[in-house]
């Protein structure tokens, strides 16, 4: 079995057996770019290495070094010849790619002998022990497990006894003294020499990337990010590059286009006399890559078109790593270029213009998951914004939190469900999920390629970089910007989109859809099947709703407009009511604000359907906390000036909670079983909608009421409540003389409905699925308990794929709907079908629903664009 393979025989489709980077090395070796030369370990060999009890087998083994024979003879050199040493990096690759994930390794084949051959070579002593001294750091940090931050330490010491600031500052001599620095703390580290025999040190750094598949990082990577954990990488042993060589040598990270905005022009950082990742882990703030124009012309010329090539051939932005050495220019790396939401939207929209993709390509390009990064909101222009610093715009959007200064802080945090920004010199892969927790971060250090923006870009949340202003005091928990000082907890506000640092918490606004965005949307309107409407409960959202493209309200709870401050004294009187007779009083009050409501909904949503479920909530809800009142009425008691009027109007309002309190509110008096028992209160409602229509009506305005029947488990529910919407809507049309038309219909939210849906249909012009009700009741999970104390636990352990309540369960709840659908459709063919739950904002949910025959997706005003978006992905 073929395991190993040279540059020159694969190819990018490759991906699954070389890894992205090994596949994309290859690409560019056979599209006869500049390359160094070098082979991939398959990651076939990764999975042989588990399988085999974590060893390399002597079958691969074998493969390893004949493929490094031929590299030998290609490049004339040997590994370990001191008279002129072959020179490798080691970098490992996935599938995926996994940004800093797993470590690279360069400049191996370096040792106390081949490190002088390296210096006569180049004539150059200061490079070659520069060299070896990244060398024994990278293997030692990677391979021997020895911390990194020890060898800072001895790096910053000799640095400031020779008085300088810059790595580049230091003499051949002084990094020979950081070299045999490093050796000796090796020595105390790992009782043990540096191993100096080229062959060890490649066996050992192959070892270790493949063990690096399983490292706590890479784990935690792949669960966010839903890789397999069996994929296994791939290795990589290239020829070394340098750019360290002097000032006609460098280092870079570029983009085809930039990854922030998506405008079409090249887009990085390079650092002069530098290698590998100093770019990335901004030791020194690089220079943008428009200023290699002027540093290397030739070099910046050729890199352009490069990259332009790469990006015709791969038909996507490319994020390309490169290296200067001697002033030839060397390609290490292409893959395709993580972006902003922002950035994929017009990437993918400007190159159908250019006609490298197909509108359906374009579609398909951007995952509707990461859109709502656009649909965030903006910090209100209008504010008043006090800004303390300025860093790199790295990733848009804007947050507020309070400031924390390390990653175990910001997670725990987090979790308690605080707003914190993530405060940092620089990040590193352990400071992921301190990333995750956060709402933003800031770092004083690094670029706009620095780990902590490609990391945020990739999260899609708002980050800043490189703002040196910020002195940052870890020990202190505290940041110093010129005279003033934030402290741990302090609130401030991040604006990725310009790079400023605000103090305190900043107003936050609506978005709006950039020209792209809504050509993209357009294209997705031209081709999907099924329509988008929004969940809105009054005429500001649903106008908000009309804008981003919703088709209609497919939900509007009408329970949220007996919440408004001024209406909650009445809607308490109506359930304090002893008698029907004094209900009605209270009830006839409401009527004229519900029609309100509605006139505005309903013109809001001029010419399209509006779907309004009857009251759901327990009365309850409606009404003071029981514990609160009790110690409310105590202290009213114990005050001697206490009106006794008073006294007694809150021993009845208790007396009252308590009757309402309920075992189980989710199970309990609520939906349709409030309409059965107080038929007035939906009567109300009913005439207020149909008042509202007429009155409309009246005016010209097309209006097209939907009455909708919440947790309907039984047949004969629905057959009481449409003879009471069917009654009451006859005598208002006499009333009023007018003619309109409705429609009445149910949720099927209780696995009831579902299993009676031919029985429940007969009476139903429509159905709509309650999927977070549906999923409580299917899975006997009450939301609010499971998410909080195990649902977690299940999704982290794969109990569950999913969190039911964001994702669809379609083998267990999308049966119930497949059933409704089925059953529903034998009795009534026409009978329309739709979704409110949440899911009707999420991809993979609504592709279930475009499948299984449903007529629309109702979902929240700000997802509907994302739900159009994956609607024409469900059809293509
Ligand atoms: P990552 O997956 O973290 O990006 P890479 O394997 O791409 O790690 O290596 C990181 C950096 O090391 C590269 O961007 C490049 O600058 C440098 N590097 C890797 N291999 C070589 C090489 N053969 N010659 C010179 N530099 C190299
Ligand atoms: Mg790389
Ligand atoms: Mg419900």
Known sequence: KKYVYMFKEGHADMKDVLGGKGANLAEMTRAGLPVPPGFTIATDACREFYRAGETVTTEIQQQIDQALAELEEKVGKKLGDPADPLLVSVRSGAKFSMPGMMDTILNLGLNDATVQGLAELSGNDRFAYDCYRRFIQMFSDVVLGVDHYHFENILDQVKETRGVKLDTDLQAEDWKEVVSRYKELVRKETRAEFPQDPKVQLDKAVHAVFKSWNNQRAQVYRRINKIPDDL???????????????????????????????????????????????????????????????VMPGIYQQFKEIAHRLESRYKDMQDIEFTVERGK????????????????????????KEGLISKEEALLRVDPNILDQLLFRRIDPAAQLEVVAKGLPASPGAASGIVVFDADTADKLGHEGKKVILVRPETTPEDIHGMVAAQGIVTSRGGMTSHAAVVARGMGKPCICGCEALRIDL???????????????????????????????????????????KQLLDWADEIRKIDVRANADNPEDAA??????????GLCRTEHMFMALDRVPIVQEMILAETEEERRIALDKLLPMQQGDFEGILSAMEGLPVTIRLLDPPLHEFLPNFEELLVELTKLRMSPDSDPVLIREKEALLRKVRALQEFNPMLGHRGCRLGMTFPEIYEMQVVAIFRAAANLKQKGIDVHPEVMIPLVGHVNELRIMRELVVEKANEVMEETGQAFEYTIGTMIEIPRAALTAGEIATEADFFSFGTNDLTQTTFGFSRDDAEGKFLHQYVQHKVL??????????????????MAEQLGRSVKPGLKLGICGEHGGEKSSIEFCYKNGLNYVSCSPFRVPIARLAAAQATL
């Open 232 to 294: 296994g990488t791939a290795v990589n042993i290239q020829i070394m590059v340098f750019g360290n060589l002097g000032d006609d040598s460098g280092t870079g990270v570029a983009f085809t286009r930039n990854p922030s905005t998506g405008e079409n022009e090249l887009y990085g950082e390079f650092l002069i006399n530098a290698q590998g990742e100093d770019v990335v882990a901004g030791i020194r703030t690089p220079q943008p890559i428009s200023a290699l124009k002027d």
């Open 329 to 352: 220019l060397y390609m290490l790396q292409t893959r395709n270029g993580k972006r902003t939401a922002q950035a994929a939207v017009k990437v993918a929209v400007d190159m159908v």
């Open 475 to 517: 020990r202190a928990k505290q940041v110093t910007v010129e005279d003033k000082v934030i402290k741990e907890g302090d609130w401030i506000s991040i604006d990725g989109g310009t790079g400023r640092v605000l103090l305190g918490e900043v107003p936050l606004i609506d978005p709006v859809l950039s020209a792209e965005f």
């Open 544 to 553: 908000k709703a009309r804008e981003f493209g919703a088709q209609g309200i």
């Open 801 to 818: 794929p999913d969190n039911p309540f964001i994702v669809l369960d379609q083998s267990g709840v999308g049966k119930l709907i497949q």
